[in-house]
């Protein structure tokens, strides 16, 4: 578990993982593997109508979890998951050298420049419509909107705009109209609610 100072006061994500161009042709890869560790393909698909397309041969070689995906870093757009069942590609949010974690059992993606959430079955849990959003801890995530994207060093980091907090289903918890610390601290109070004479704790 990571501390909650991380996911939720920090929020940094790599630079440039956001709203990247697909462009044409073939596209290179690097697959991860326990036995060999990470290894790079020349060819490892084709862009078709403006998806990544990985070619079978390179599917069934890749070392899959119990949830049929597999983390692959492409050329074209960083890291992603690909689905073993069908193939499909998402653009995963770069998070800690890998794609984003599942937190809760949920992973953040990203789609025309927007951050939604999936399930480990690769359903759209939470459509992508966030300008940024940080992990989820203890049931509640930060979203923001109109903030800026600030490089520091290989990292960004988003600052200013407007921010709120969204629960497990994509409900808003808290609207978008706070700063980033304001948000944070009410997502620390509503995961950590202060006791009242009516909430004992013993």
């Known amino acids: 578990m990571r501390p909650i100072f991380t996911l939720f006061a920090v929020a940094l994500v790599a630079a440039g993982c956001y709203g990247p161009t697909m ?18 393909i020349e ?54 050298n890998g794609p984003d974690y599942f937190e809760g059992g949920l992973s953040r993606i990203i789609q025309e420049g927007k951050v939604g959430f ?34 520091e060093g290989e990292y960004s980091t988003f600052k200013g705009g407007r921010w709120g907090v969204i629960d497990t289903t994509g409900r808003l918890v808290v609207p978008i109209e706070k700063s980033r610390e304001e948000a944070t601290r009410s997502a620390l109070d509503r995961k950590n609610p202060i006791p009242t004479e009516s909430d004992p704790t013993n």
């Open 23 to 40: 462009g044409t042709g073939p596209f290179k890869c690097v697959t991860i593997s326990e036995d060999q560790g990470p290894q790079r």
């Open 118 to 151: 999936i399930n480990h079955q690769g359903q759209i849990v939470i459509p992508a419509v966030f300008q940024f959003a940080t992990q989820f801890e203890g049931g509640y995530a930060l979203v923001a909107t109109d903030a800026e994207l600030v490089t």
């Open 43 to 96: 060819q490892c698909g084709e862009v078709v109508d403006g998806r990544l397309v990985v070619h079978p041969t390179i599917r069934k070689a890749l070392q899959y979890d119990e949830f049929g995906l597999a983390a692959v870093y492409f050329d074209r757009i960083g890291w992603a998951w690909l689905f073993e069942k069908d193939g499909r590609v998402l653009d995963a949010v770069d998070f800690d």
